[in-house]
């Protein structure tokens, strides 16, 4: 079933916050009777305000830059919503539920090149089982008055997850795991190990592809090896390729010594078969950090992304403690092998997310001592730009970690983010500005919010 991080998150800040209270009863037992209760009621004011807020997942702007797509938690469960970025309060529903109160959900936004098609996961027409959607968005969307059609694609039977168009806009690729019965990675709840460990009970996330321009339902095609569990993908620029960080099954315990793939992919004509096809080519290694030397031996990678002229790959190489927690340096390898470089040695932050300008620079969002920042970097020289912006709080698009929605020309950056003064809500960050330093000096594209205040002091 689709699961935004915010169910994720919302019931561990109870936890936390009912933690607090009885670990201050435990080491406190001396409390006044007034003590005790004003401290009750302060807790439960924080509950209080859990409930008060609104959910906002994933977040897209259009290619274009002229459509604003995000989820939005409602009374029936996670829906999606499409709007002008111009005038992000008209807002029009997308999606396949036939009737109210349908109590599903739906998200993970994806945009077509062509910023007119959107591709989405839901589980409203077939419950407790996400499928790839994809939404046509006509009429005059870009005043608020846009037409809907969503069609299913897919007639999945596992976890499905992130989907991509290619860069041509004819294909989707997502991750799948046919036949799950758990969430994949590393981090995600499981039964025991029962059996001959490592091969009973193992559920291997591939990548699953399907053709956009099609009109009825299909079984997904496997498009990676059975033998390799991935768990982040890129396409080539020329739509025939992708790159992606895999690891040998289980997929559970294998994350910290993952290898960065490419691969060719099935043609068109193994597409229109509609069923499973394995392997569409041969898989090959062309980064093993165990095999390295230098200050990228041993550790983790993520976050991989093709140069526009497909010749370089770029990636966050580093000490990551757990698949999601990325952080490091930028480096690059060409896309068929040899010595990874890396291109922010020298500089005192921490990239986790990346997003070619074009083939001589990279935007980078990351770390700075305690704020959030997004810079463009030069990747011969490893020179920053000034910041974007450089703000003390939480940034991204309910993607990866501090992942960030774009335009085409990357003149617009979108995200979800919030601080510890500031409530989550929608913002865009335009590039060639001034460096903005603060939540309130970027553009707020969403209220939904608004009049939230903290119950915490500063």
């Given at each position: 079933m689709f699961v935004t991080p915010n169910r994720q998150i919302l019931p561990g800040l109870r936890l936390i916050a009912a933690f607090t209270l009885t670990l201050g009863m435990v080491i406190a037992p001396a409390l006044s009777v007034?003590?005790?209760?004003?401290?009750?009621?302060?807790?439960?004011?924080?509950?209080?305000g859990l409930d008060r807020s609104h959910g906002l997942g994933p977040v897209a702007i259009s290619p274009d830059g002229t459509l604003l797509a995000f989820t939005h938690h409602a009374k029936d469960g996670w829906g999606v919503e499409v709007a002008p970025f111009s005038d992000p309060a008209k807002t029009t529903r997308v999606t396949a539920v036939k009737k109210a109160d349908a109590n599903c959900g739906e998200g993970m936004v994806k945009?077509?090149?062509?910023?007119?098609?959107?591709?989405?996961?839901?589980?409203?027409?077939?419950?407790?089982?996400d499928n790839i959607y994809l939404a046509t968005i006509g009429g005059d969307a870009a005043h608020g008055k846009a037409k809907v059609e969503v069609v299913r694609l897919t007639e999945a039977k596992g976890e499905v997850g992130f989907p991509e168009f290619s860069p041509d806009g004819l294909r989707i690729a997502f991750l799948y795991v046919p036949g799950a019965t758990r969430q994949a990675g590393a981090?995600?709840?499981?039964?025991?190990?029962?059996?001959?460990?490592?091969?009973?009970?193992?559920?291997?996330?591939?990548?699953?592809l399907i053709d956009s321009t099609g009109k009825k339902l299909v079984v997904p095609a496997l498009a990676t090896p059975a033998n390799l569990h991935i768990y982040e993908f890129d396409w080539a620029p020329d739509s025939k390729s992708l790159a992606y960080v895999a690891a040998d099954p289980p997929g559970e315990n294998n994350w910290w010594v993952a290898k960065l793939y490419t691969q060719k992919l099935p043609t068109d004509?193994?597409?229109?078969?509609?069923?499973?096809?394995?392997?569409?080519?041969?898989?090959?290694?062309?980064?093993?950090?165990?095999?390295?030397?230098?200050?990228?031996?041993?550790?983790?990678?993520?976050?991989?992304?093709?140069?526009?002229?497909?010749?370089?790959?770029?990636?966050?190489?580093?000490?990551?403690?757990?698949?999601g927690s990325t952080g490091g340096d930028v480096w690059l390898i060409s896309a068929t092998g040899g010595e990874p470089r890396d291109v922010t040695a020298e500089r005192p932050t921490s990239p986790a997310w990346i997003a070619w300008q074009d083939d001589s620079q990279l935007y980078v969002s990351e770390l700075a001592g305690g704020n959030s920042q997004l810079v463009r970097i030069d990747v011969a020289s490893g020179k920053a730009s000034e910041p974007v912006y450089s703000f003390e709080g939480t940034p991204g698009d309910g993607q990866y970690e501090m992942s960030l929605s774009t335009t085409k020309d990357r003149s617009i950056f979108v995200f979800n983010a919030s601080s510890f003064g500031h409530p989550m809500e929608i913002f865009a960050a335009k590039t060639g500005g001034a460096t903005v330093t603060e939540l309130a000096g970027l553009r707020q594209l969403t209220h939904?919010?608004?009049?939230?205040?903290?119950?915490?002091?500063?």
């Amino acid at each position: 079933m689709f699961v935004t991080p915010n169910r994720q998150i919302l019931p561990g800040l109870r936890l936390i916050a009912a933690f607090t209270l009885t670990l201050g009863m435990v080491i406190a037992p001396a409390l006044s009777v007034a003590q005790e209760s004003a401290a009750r009621v302060h807790v439960e004011e924080v509950l209080k305000g859990l409930d008060r807020s609104h959910g906002l997942g994933p977040v897209a702007i259009s290619p274009d830059g002229t459509l604003l797509a995000f989820t939005h938690h409602a009374k029936d469960g996670w829906g999606v919503e499409v709007a002008p970025f111009s005038d992000p309060a008209k807002t029009t529903r997308v999606t396949a539920v036939k009737k109210a109160d349908a109590n599903c959900g739906e998200g993970m936004v994806k945009w077509a090149p062509d910023s007119r098609r959107l591709a989405f996961v839901g589980d409203c027409e077939t419950r407790d089982q996400d499928n790839i959607y994809l939404a046509t968005i006509g009429g005059d969307a870009a005043h608020g008055k846009a037409k809907v059609e969503v069609v299913r694609l897919t007639e999945a039977k596992g976890e499905v997850g992130f989907p991509e168009f290619s860069p041509d806009g004819l294909r989707i690729a997502f991750l799948y795991v046919p036949g799950a019965t758990r969430q994949a990675g590393a981090l995600a709840a499981m039964k025991p190990w029962a059996g001959v460990i490592g091969e009973d009970g193992v559920e291997i996330q591939r990548v699953g592809l399907i053709d956009s321009t099609g009109k009825k339902l299909v079984v997904p095609a496997l498009a990676t090896p059975a033998n390799l569990h991935i768990y982040e993908f890129d396409w080539a620029p020329d739509s025939k390729s992708l790159a992606y960080v895999a690891a040998d099954p289980p997929g559970e315990n294998n994350w910290w010594v993952a290898k960065l793939y490419t691969q060719k992919l099935p043609t068109d004509k193994d597409l229109s078969a509609g069923t499973p096809v394995g392997a569409g080519g041969e898989s090959k290694a062309i980064l093993a950090p165990a095999e390295v030397s230098g200050a990228l031996h041993g550790l983790q990678i993520a976050v991989p992304r093709w140069s526009p002229d497909g010749k370089q790959i770029a990636f966050i190489g580093g000490l990551m403690s757990d698949q999601g927690s990325t952080g490091g340096d930028v480096w690059l390898i060409s896309a068929t092998g040899g010595e990874p470089r890396d291109v922010t040695a020298e500089r005192p932050t921490s990239p986790a997310w990346i997003a070619w300008q074009d083939d001589s620079q990279l935007y980078v969002s990351e770390l700075a001592g305690g704020n959030s920042q997004l810079v463009r970097i030069d990747v011969a020289s490893g020179k920053a730009s000034e910041p974007v912006y450089s703000f003390e709080g939480t940034p991204g698009d309910g993607q990866y970690e501090m992942s960030l929605s774009t335009t085409k020309d990357r003149s617009i950056f979108v995200f979800n983010a919030s601080s510890f003064g500031h409530p989550m809500e929608i913002f865009a960050a335009k590039t060639g500005g001034a460096t903005v330093t603060e939540l309130a000096g970027l553009r707020q594209l969403t209220h939904f919010n608004d009049g939230l205040q903290p119950v915490w002091s500063r």
